[in-house]
């Protein structure tokens, strides 16, 4: 059983940065890849990063080199670093993982089983 906790979201103006955080609990935690997802009112869950248990990164185009996502196993975090933040990008930001996900299904939210309790982020104009 893996348990996800998010933090580090909040009120920005555009062009600005937050980090947010995902702590997760379980020995196991530095086997696992992580996926970032957001969802914004009315609209469905989406992709935002991926990460494997070895640092390799994936990104959606839409926030390709505005965000970044790293992970420190000794502290069972895994951070999404964003940068250049647009309106666009308001939403709630989910972290997410399963023993089972791998690079060619990273994009499905339905195949996580576990995730955070997600974090609001609001870019204002």
């Known amino acids: 059983q893996v348990q996800l906790v998010e933090s580090g979201g909040g009120l920005v103006q555009a062009g600005g940065s937050l980090r947010l955080s995902c702590a997760a609990s379980?020995?196991?935690?530095?086997?696992?890849?992580m996926g970032w997802f957001r969802q914004a009112p009315g609209k469905e869950r989406e992709f935002v990063g991926f990460?494997?248990?070895?640092?390799?990164?994936w990104y959606a185009d839409s926030v390709t080199g505005r965000f970044t996502i790293s992970r420190d196993n000794a502290k069972n975090t895994v951070y999404l670093q964003m940068n250049s933040l647009k309106p666009e990008d308001t939403a709630v930001y989910y972290c997410?993982?399963?023993?089972?996900?791998?690079?060619?299904?990273?994009?499905?939210?339905?195949?996580?089983?576990?995730w955070g309790q997600g974090t609001q982020v609001t870019v204002s104009s």
């Open positions: 990460i494997t248990w070895s640092g390799s990164t």
């Open positions: 997410a993982t399963d023993p089972t996900i791998r690079t060619s299904i990273m994009k499905l939210h339905a195949r996580y089983n576990y």
């Open positions: 379980g020995r196991t935690f530095g086997q696992y890849a």
